[in-house]
């Protein structure tokens, strides 16, 4: 009986087709699936249609269907440019792909991105958004999507690549906070932020805000600020503060 190919396995097939598909002409599916099979990827007929048909939705492939056998080739995007939480979220697909896949696909992947955020960002800083996000690989979170989610993610990402100030309502009551990151943990998703009075670091998961208001006051990004080594330095005390936890002694 075949196994299903798991996630890995299916994103690894996109990345090849789309890499194998040609800008100048069309190309048949049956061409790709030859150059696949070169390259120790046997595929049906069947599948490769279906996985190009999700590359003609989603990326710049277009399906020639005047003539059969179908043609295949990439074009220009017409996609209207991105805003904050868009790039956002290329650049976390970005790093979880690059830090997940071997490293033989990192070209791929990297020029797929940078075509993409070169047309649609309408950044203008020079802060590289790899240095405002985090992503452990090796987690897939349970992220609960509401409507007051959705509204908090979208001003947090206003505020994180602006450098605004944001007025958020949290379990603790209402702060007013400086957004220096972004994190996927396996706690859900995380904003690492600075305090605007105190100046402490800190963090919330984006679930627990409640409200939130973007402020026309800016503020300054520290400059030693690391996120990755932040989230590693919570983890590893959270991890310190479960085994001394599990290791007290019990009280008959």
């Known amino acids: 009986m075949a196994t299903k190919p798991n996630l890995r396995d299916h994103v690894s097939l996109l990345f090849e087709l789309h890499n194998r598909i040609p800008q100048t002409h069309s190309i048949a599916v049956q061409e790709l699936q030859q150059q696949l099979s070169s390259i120790g990827i046997e595929?049906?007929?069947?599948?490769?249609?279906?996985?190009?048909?999700?590359?003609?939705?989603?990326?710049?492939?277009s399906k020639d269907t005047r003539d059969r056998p179908y043609g295949y080739r990439r074009e220009a995007s017409t996609l209207n440019s991105f805003g904050e939480r868009e790039t956002i979220l290329l650049t976390f697909a970005e790093q979880w792909?690059?830090?997940?896949?071997p490293v033989e696909?990192?070209?791929?992947?990297?020029?797929?991105?940078?075509?993409?955020q070169q047309q649609k960002s309408q950044r203008h800083d020079t802060?590289?958004?790899?240095?405002?996000?985090?992503?452990?690989e090796s987690l897939i979170p349970n992220i609960s999507y509401t409507s007051v989610f959705s509204s908090a993610f979208e001003l947090i990402c206003k505020?994180?690549?602006?450098?605004?100030?944001?007025?958020?309502?949290?379990?603790?009551?209402?702060?007013?906070?400086?957004p220096l990151g972004l994190a996927i943990t396996e706690q859900g998703l995380t904003v690492v932020y600075q305090e605007a009075e105190s100046c402490q670091v800190?963090?919330?998961d984006v679930s627990d805000i409640t409200n939130a208001d973007l402020s026309t006051f800016d503020f300054k990004r520290p400059k030693e600020f690391s996120i990755k080594a932040y989230i590693k330095q919570q983890l590893a005390t959270e991890q310190q503060?479960?085994?001394?936890?599990?290791?007290?002694p019990t009280t008959m």
Do not use: C, W
Request: proline letters at 3%; zero cysteines.
């Open 127 to 136: 802060m590289p958004l790899q240095e405002l996000l985090y992503v452990d």
């Open 241 to 248: 503060n479960s085994i001394k936890h599990n290791n007290r």
């Open 105 to 116: 696909y990192r070209a791929i992947i990297h020029s797929i991105f940078n075509d993409i």
């Open 97 to 101: 792909l690059t830090n997940t896949f």
């Open 43 to 61: 595929r049906d007929i069947r599948t490769i249609q279906r996985n190009l048909d999700i590359l003609v939705q989603h990326l710049n492939v």
């Open 159 to 178: 505020a994180l690549m602006n450098t605004n100030q944001l007025k958020v309502e949290l379990p603790g009551g209402q702060q007013n906070i400086e």
């Open 202 to 204: 800190k963090h919330a």
